[in-house]
């Protein structure tokens, strides 16, 4: 679980991040859950985007992925989202540095 001055420094981090992956009308599937958990090993943090063909938005669609995935919901605003998770393959000095 994140605390607020993490999930802000996430926050910021994530604001030049250029979305990854799109969700689209076919929602979320198994094959989403495991490219994003690909995703997630290699960056950490990553911003996907929800096609508006999409039944659900943004937010609910990040909820989902972390509830599957047990990663952290950053944000969501608009149709996109961003969800971090640390690494379980990045050596530590390689890994995204939290703020305590």
């Known amino acids: 679980m994140l605390r607020g001055k993490q999930r802000s420094f996430l926050k910021s981090k994530a604001n030049t991040l250029k ?5 689209g009308k076919e929602g979320i599937t198994e094959q989403v859950i495991e490219q994003i958990d690909k995703m997630l090993n290699d960056h950490e943090l990553i911003k996907v985007n929800v096609l508006s063909s999409n039944e659900l938005d943004s937010k609910e669609a990040a909820i989902q992925i972390c ?26 000095d390689e890994r995204i540095k939290l703020p305590e």
């Not at 979305?19 to 969700?23: C, Y």
């Not at 952290?72 to 996109?80: P, Q, R, V």
């Open 67 to 92: 509830d599957a995935l047990t990663a952290d919901f950053i944000s969501a605003l608009g149709n996109k989202f961003v969800v971090y998770r640390e690494s379980r393959l990045k050596p530590r």
């Open 19 to 23: 979305p990854i992956l799109q969700i």
